[in-house]
Nanobody
Framework: VQLQASGGGLVQAGGSLRLSCAAS????????MGWFRQAPGKEREFVAA????????YYTNSVKGRFLISRDNTKNTVYLQMNSLKPEDTAVYYC????????????????????WGQGTEVTVSS
């Protein structure tokens, strides 16, 4: 599956952005999807994930209550709505797709995902 992330940009602290990730060439509707981020000089970290049905979501603690992951299987797109942004949210954000189909377990790490997009940069100014 090919993934194309978009929606990044420069925003002031407290602002909002919505990232999108369009999938093609795969089995989007049966695959869990995730968002990760990588800040300069840091490891890529898990941000959020959603199962293939869209019924279950997972978040890292630092974004709970501020970020919302969703998906539209009719558009082969997963979204990350980011609210109340903080300077520490500054990073390149990557979307990822689980290579397994109809997986019913949880998501919280890079090895859960087999396909990656190119990343979109988010900068939050203070």
């Amino acid at each position: 599956v090919q993934l194309q992330a978009s929606g990044g940009g420069l925003v002031q602290a407290g602002g909002s952005l919505r990232l999108s990730c369009a999938a093609s060439g795969g089995t989007f509707g049966s695959s869990g999807m995730g968002w990760f981020r990588q800040a300069p000089g840091k490891e890529r970290e898990f941000v959020a994930a959603i199962n293939w049905r869209g019924a279950v979501t997972y978040y890292t603690n630092s974004v709970k209550g501020r970020f919302l992951i969703s998906r539209d299987n009719t558009k082969n797109t997963v979204y990350l709505q980011m609210n109340s942004l903080k300077p520490e949210d500054t990073a390149v954000y990557y979307c990822a797709a689980d290579s397994r189909r109809f997986y019913s377990g949880s998501y919280n790490k890079r090895s859960d995902f087999g396909s990656w997009g190119q990343g979109t940069e988010v900068t939050v100014s203070s």
